[in-house]
């Protein structure tokens, strides 16, 4: 996934220029619908790209924000925009699939990233990163591919999807995006029910589908939401993380 997207970030204003409007219009919406509030939340951003959730997040409330990227180019964009407009959150570089404990964050987001896991087994690993850095009773919220999409057809945030039409979880397709040149992205195929025993074998609880708002009553999501939860019992829980990446040091 890093090569990919270090390429992207070098285009990343044409890139965003086409779907920045379904992110703000629908995913962002349905996201802060899904959490449900975030006043003195610490929150922890997987995947989080060059910031537009995590900037978001923080705006919104959370205390304490911290996003990762596998990209050393989309952190470095991230980390020029949050000189830009300072907000107080912080970016470090790292991949998920081996994701170090950084604390114990009330919410763990991760839009669009799940779906570059090409085996179980990373998919899993995904899945007990945002577990293990997530507080007793925490919530892990994520939007996903939907794979109930129809391919070589427009969809609303502009990607195409090549694929056929039979797929089993874990196979590969390829999104286009109509930029100029056209960007393309290698991601893989995982069910609702893949989703939800990656989840369920990690520990997670209370695994529900959100609702994604914002759409027409006809129109297919491009994404899915879903939530999750870390069952109660021990942790160093809010106020260890917010302190954590306040002073930016791992707890």
Same mark, same amino acid.
């Given at each position: 996934?890093?090569?990919?997207?270090?390429?992207?970030? %070098?285009?990343? /204003? @044409?890139?965003?220029?086409?779907? $920045?409007?379904?992110? *703000?219009?629908?995913? +962002?919406?349905? &996201?802060?619908?899904?959490?449900?509030?975030?006043?003195?939340?610490?929150?922890?951003?997987?995947?989080?790209?060059?910031?537009?959730?995590?900037?978001?997040?923080?705006?919104?409330?959370?205390?304490?924000?911290?996003?990762?990227?596998?990209?050393?180019?989309?952190?470095?964009? %991230?980390?020029? /925009? @949050?000189?830009?407009?300072?907000? $107080?959150?912080?970016? *470090?570089?790292?991949? +998920?699939?081996? &994701?170090?404990?950084?604390?114990?964050?009330?919410?763990?987001?991760?839009?669009?990233?799940?779906?570059?896991?090409?085996?179980?087994?990373?998919?899993?690993?995904?899945?007990?990163?945002?577990?293990?850095?997530?507080?007793?009773?925490?919530?892990?919220?994520?939007?996903?591919?939907?794979?109930?999409?129809?391919?070589?057809?427009?969809?609303?945030?502009?990607?195409?999807?090549?694929?056929?039409?039979? &797929?089993?979880?874990?196979?590969?397709?390829?999104?286009?995006?109509?930029?100029?040149?056209?960007?393309?992205?290698?991601?893989?195929?995982?069910?609702?029910?893949?989703?939800?025993?990656?989840?369920?074998?990690?520990?997670?609880?209370?695994?529900?589908?959100?609702?994604?708002?914002?759409?027409?009553?006809?129109?297919?999501?491009?994404?899915?939401?879903?939530?999750?939860?870390?069952?109660?019992?021990?942790?160093?829980?809010?106020?260890?993380?917010?302190?954590?990446?306040?002073?930016?040091?791992?707890?």
């Amino acid at each position: 996934m890093t090569p990919q997207y270090d390429e992207i970030a %070098a285009h990343y /204003r @044409e890139v965003d220029r086409v779907v $920045g409007p379904y992110r *703000e219009g629908v995913e +962002i919406p349905s &996201l802060l619908h899904a959490i449900g509030g975030l006043n003195g939340a610490s929150v922890l951003d997987l995947g989080c790209g060059v910031g537009p959730f995590t900037r978001v997040l923080r705006r919104q409330g959370a205390a304490a924000v911290l996003g990762v990227d596998a990209s050393v180019a989309m952190i470095e964009l %991230a980390r020029r /925009r @949050e000189r830009e407009e300072q907000l $107080g959150v912080r970016y *470090e570089v790292h991949d +998920i699939t081996g &994701l170090p404990v950084l604390g114990a964050f009330d919410i763990v987001t991760a839009a669009l990233v799940l779906h570059y896991a090409d085996s179980r087994s990373t998919l899993e690993r995904m899945c007990r990163s945002a577990y293990a850095n997530l507080a007793p009773g925490g919530r892990l919220l994520a939007i996903v591919g939907n794979p109930g999409l129809q391919p070589e057809i427009s969809q609303p945030n502009g990607f195409v999807l090549h694929r056929p039409d039979q &797929l089993r979880d874990g196979d590969p397709y390829t999104i286009s995006i109509p930029t100029t040149p056209p960007t393309s992205l290698a991601v893989h195929y995982w069910s609702r029910a893949a989703y939800e025993e990656a989840l369920q074998n990690c520990g997670f609880t209370d695994v529900s589908w959100e609702p994604m708002l914002g759409l027409p009553a006809d129109a297919e999501p491009v994404g899915l939401l879903f939530s999750a939860r870390r069952p109660e019992g021990g942790g160093e829980g809010r106020s260890a993380a917010v302190a954590a990446v306040g002073a930016g040091r791992p707890v």
